[in-house]
């Protein structure tokens, strides 16, 4: 071990290599096109390359042969060549290449292997047969270059979102790979716990012993540690590699209209982008509509904790008018999801009520507010509607137009309605922008159209509150953009809307926010206030996280557009 | 949303703590062997009290959690041994007076003593496994079987990948079964109700294996199966704990079984 300018210990790791790519071209086995394709580039040894693309641009694609996955354990086509340093991609035994490059995935969930905090950085090393002595003085090092020290014994399940990454990277420079490969590593994080991975993968590229390939939506946190940027195109060609500090008013239009994110602030380098954004004011709802939602005082332990002392919700009050679009955030753990399944009904408060009811028609008064919990599933339907973080788990039906007409069938079952009768589900998927995969299965789309799939399964009867957990998830600007036009569209009856998420870019599209932290509501209020002033520390995460917002789905569409 | 409850773990350094998972797995086999060679209900009452005197002295669980979430499993029990007895054989036999009528049914003396020998069997079973499985995480019952008794890598750290895997699929499958019901899904009569089943198990395996995919490919990134003989950051030896261990529980089976009844 050798000690660092700032006299800290450092782990040895192998010299940081180039990395120097050939024409490289993967197609996985059963697919019809690469999933990158033409890729030249050479980076220097030490340098932070930053990987920019929309979805499905083939840039996890680029981790993967980075660290011998592909060819190696994934099958497919491989074309052209990719060299670290002087090991041939191809060539070298995956084992051979494990050891030079370490890669940190984007679902810290499912990159854990042990379920302690030191046996989880020492499975590298136990792999790579180092020896115990050896793995006994890393291990602690390995976690206090991470912040970590003193999490030894921990469970890795115990951890939040962005210390298992933390962890995740600790398992890296514990095995001393001199290539780290970071595949948005951030992406399932909160504001603040994004902000501190990135405060390490900074630390990391400061002191220039390791290359470092970072791919990354956040184009305002990751630019300013790149060195050079690699450019893919949405069919996984290259478009640009370039110097970062060339990032031009090309390079963003370019990036624009490849749908990855841009910073707000570069915005206005594609004329009129910004004045367009007054357009979309119109279509908010301007005055707050009947009651659809009141929860009282609710309160709810966490299920594993048998004591009941430990409280997922602690007291939390909340009334949703009809047209109301509210944010609802907070760190991992505050209990969102907690009070989106307890509105649902499905998840009974230890105390406290919900009370909902059906949209009423301009010429009623409505119907009264009632209990989620004793209505039928039918009756359920009409009123609150949830699309999950992953739309895989809602899916009940085989192909797309059955996802879309199921639930419009279940609730008009009974009426004499013809059961063959599809409701109008292929005009719901065209509107959808997935007319051409109604005869396909829901779980071979891909992660936009899913989405998008999940949101038109509730299109032909839609409820009058939709809950949505982080429903911008994994998609790129363009993917985000869709969601929130479609959003848009539902609203305009009458539909409120509840937007639990980690993304501040999303804030902007809402009239509400509403905070959460342990549990309790510690800010309801405009998104501008929120803003202002975010009620968490650090605060600034949340604030600056916004610097890429979008104001709308329509109006970042309309930009788009008339940019092309 | 995790429906599955915190794995119980020791709270306070014990004697079984110290003993190696296998030798425990041995312990615990000796006495499972013991309960179900006789049918005689006396043989799993002396094992049960050995193993409540066992997890109270040397486990380090925390006894307060353990009726709790024992409790479950203790309603199976009372309803496997009152079937057992009920649809006892000895039952019909005439020539055994019966210790209760019920109109037509009668419940003879060796029908109970057969039930209550079921009952207490399973009852043996859930304590030990919760002596072999309790003072340890399941990882050091990889590191042992892997260590001591030299089981493939492939299979105990693949089984112990899989293990972690599974909250995640019981979280799913609440999930999936909200989802369901918000759309307004709800199966009338048994063919509807298998339908829904089944469509909601399809969703759980293939959620399952998509994260099962990422975190073996996490392994392999991390050079797991990569052809050479790990090294192993804690070490596991057998010490005189486990010879004293698997010593006294052979005997407790021994003297379960042969003390007069």
């Not at chain 1, 670290?84 to 991609?89: A, P």
């Not at chain 1, 904790?305 to 505050?334: F, K």
Request: charged share 20%.
């Amino acid at each position: 071990m050798t000690t660092d300018r700032g006299g800290r210990i450092a782990l040895e790791s192998a010299a940081p290599p180039s990395i120097e790519a050939a024409g490289l071209c993967w197609t996985y086995a059963g697919r019809s096109r690469p999933a990158i394709e033409g890729l030249t580039f050479r980076l220097e040894p030490g340098r932070v390359l930053l990987v920019l693309g929309p979805s499905g641009s083939g840039k996890s694609t680029v981790a993967r042969a980075l660290a011998g996955l592909v060819p190696h354990v994934l099958p497919g086509t491989w074309k052209g060549s990719l060299r670290v340093g002087e090991l041939d991609v191809a060539g070298t035994p995956a084992r051979l290449l494990g050891e030079r490059i370490g890669l940190v995935f984007q679902d810290p969930d499912s990159q854990l292997v042990m379920s302690r905090v030191d046996d989880e950085v020492a499975f590298g090393l136990e792999n790579r047969a180092s020896p115990r002595e050896a793995m006994q003085a890393r291990v602690p090092v390995a976690l206090a270059q991470v912040g970590l020290s003193g999490f030894e014994r921990r469970g890795t399940m115990t951890l939040s979102g962005g210390e298992k990454q933390r962890l995740a990277i600790a398992d890296l420079l514990a095995a001393g790979p001199g290539l780290l490969v970071l595949d948005e590593p951030t992406a399932n994080l909160d504001p603040a716990a994004m902000h501190a991975t990135f405060e390490q993968i900074a630390a990391l590229a400061r002191v220039r012993r390791h290359t470092i390939v970072l791919i990354e939506h956040r184009l305002e946190a990751a630019l300013p540690l790149a060195d050079d940027v690699l450019l893919l195109d949405d069919s996984g060609r290259q478009l640009a590699f370039a110097p970062a500090d060339a990032v031009g008013p090309e390079a963003v239009g370019l990036l624009e209209r490849n749908g990855a994110w841009v910073p707000r602030a570069w915005q206005g380098v594609e004329a009129g982008r910004t004045n367009e954004t007054g357009a979309v004011e119109t279509r908010r709802t301007t005055e707050a509509g009947p009651l659809l939602l009141e929860a009282a005082h609710i309160r709810i332990a966490y299920p594993a904790d048998e004591s009941g002392t430990h409280l997922a919700i602690d007291g939390v009050s909340i009334a949703v008018r009809a047209g109301e679009r509210i944010a609802l955030v907070g760190p991992n753990g505050a209990g969102k999801s907690s009070l989106l399944f307890a509105m649902t009904g499905l998840l009974r408060p230890d105390a406290g009520t919900v009370r909902l009811r059906a949209l009423p028609r301009d010429d009623e008064a409505g119907e009264p507010m009632r209990d989620p919990a004793r209505l039928r599933a039918g009756e359920i339907a009409a009123r609150i509607g949830l699309v999950f973080q992953d739309p895989e788990l809602g899916f009940v039906a085989r192909t797309a137009r059955d996802e879309v007409s199921a639930g419009a069938r279940a609730m008009d079952r009974g009426r004499g309605r013809d059961a063959h009768d599809d409701h109008g589900a292929d005009g719901v998927l065209a509107h959808f922008g997935l007319g051409h995969l109604a005869t396909e299965n829901p779980f071979r789309l891909s992660q936009g159209e899913q989405r998008r799939l999940s949101l038109a399964a509730l299109a032909l009867r839609p409820p009058a509150i939709l809950l949505l957990d982080e429903p911008t998830f994994g998609l790129d600007r363009r993917g985000t953009e869709a969601v929130l036009r479609l959003l848009d569209d539902l609203r305009a009856a009458g539909q409120a809307q509840i937007l639990a998420t980690h993304d501040p870019r999303l804030l902007p599209a809402c009239e509400r926010v509403v905070a959460l932290d342990a549990g309790r509501i510690v800010f309801d209020g405009s998104p501008d206030a929120f803003l202002a002033a975010p009620p968490y520390r650090p605060a600034a995460p949340w604030r600056d996280g916004v610097a890429l917002a979008i104001t709308s789905g329509t109006a970042a569409v309309a930009g788009a557009a008339g940019s092309r | 949303m995790s429906v599955l409850p915190a794995p119980l773990q020791p709270v306070r350094p014990a004697f079984l703590t110290r003993v190696t998972p296998v030798a425990r797995l041995v312990a615990g086999m000796a006495w499972l062997v013991a309960s179900i060679v006789t049918l005689d209900p006396i043989v799993p009452v002396r094992l049960i009290l050995a193993a409540v005197v066992a997890l109270v002295l040397w486990s380090g669980l925390p006894l307060r959690r353990i009726p709790g979430r024992l409790a479950p499993l203790g309603l199976a029990i009372l309803s496997l041994t009152a079937f057992s007895i009920l649809l006892s054989s000895s039952n019909g036999d005439r020539s055994v007076a019966a210790v209760i009528t019920l109109g037509p049914a009668r419940i003879t003396g060796p029908a109970i003593a057969a039930g209550l020998a079921v009952g207490l069997r399973v009852g043996v079973i859930a304590l030990s496994t919760l002596l072999v499985f309790g003072p340890s995480d399941p990882t050091r019952m990889a590191d042992s079987l892997v260590q001591q008794w030299h089981f493939p890598d492939r299979f105990a750290y693949g089984t112990l990948a899989a293990l972690r895997v599974a909250p995640f699929m019981a979280g799913d499958w609440g999930t999936i079964g909200a989802a369901r019901r918000l759309r307004g899904l709800q199966p009338r009569g048994p063919a509807a109700r298998l339908r829904e089943t089944g469509g909601r198990l399809l969703a759980m395996l293939v959620a399952a294996i998509r994260r099962a995919e990422r975190l073996a490919l996490a392994m392999d990134a991390r050079g797991f199966d990569g052809g050479i003989r790990r090294t192993h950051f804690r070490e596991l030896r057998t010490t005189w704990r486990d010879w004293l261990t698997i010593v006294v529980a052979l005997a407790v089976a021994a003297a379960a079984l042969a003390l007069p009844r």
